[in-house]
């Protein structure tokens, strides 16, 4: 583990590789799961003013979804996450002109509709954050359905960590992520 400023980093962002792979995958993370993708307290509001922009790119089950329940919903472990339709896709799932499932809000935003890229922890993914009451705990997360994603990071090089350069520093900031280059560059140099 690592420690910069208030967090705590697992290794495996160093050590692991990951470069999603969507012509492999077609995005399924966006249609799997049991939960929602984790939101932070700002991020439902920010949602809930996008969705004039984004309505016509969400599907009809989708529409209902949010009508009925909102944008998001507090999950077990007390925290806020998107809604989701038939207990696993993400209400914010479309599908492009080449069956890929992708983020309706992503694609405002590259349309340059919004400043809002998506949720952070979509973004951030695969790397999961834990909050604590003195640090935030920075993990990598394994799935099933990424293999395409490690195989790929793999062939490539690419530590989960430089994949996530852009999350990253929005998150944490660009001093915090020269610290991370920093710290892999000392560790892989001492072996």
């Known amino acids: ?3 910069i400023k208030d ?12 470069v999603c792979d969507l012509t492999v995958c077609n995005g399924i993370c966006c249609i799997e799961g049991d939960n929602g993708a984790p939101l932070e307290v700002d991020e439902v509001k920010i949602i809930e003013d996008l969705l004039p922009i984004i309505w016509d790119d969400l599907t009809e089950k989708s529409k209902e979804v949010i009508c009925n329940q909102g944008v998001s919903y507090i999950d077990t472990d007390d925290e806020p996450v998107t809604s989701i339709v038939n207990g696993e896709e993400c209400v914010f799932t479309y599908t492009d002109k080449n069956g890929i499932c992708k983020c309706a809000i ?23 954050l834990q909050k604590y009451e003195d640090y935030i705990a920075v993990n990598y997360h394994r799935w099933r359905v990424c293999n ?44």
Request: hydrophobic share 40%.
């Open 148 to 191: 395409c994603a490690r195989q790929l990071g793999g062939k490539l090089k690419v530590p989960v960590y430089q994949f996530l350069k852009e999350p990253l520093i929005r998150k944490f900031g660009e001093s915090w992520f020269e610290q991370l280059e920093i710290a892999d560059a000392v560790l892989k140099n001492r072996k």
């Open 106 to 128: 992503e694609k405002a935003y590259r349309e340059g509709k919004t400043n809002f890229y998506k949720p952070i922890s979509c973004h951030l993914y695969p790397v999961r």
């Open 7 to 18: 967090t705590i980093i697992s290794l495996d962002l160093l050590y692991e590789h990951f």
């Open 1 to 3: 583990m690592l420690q």
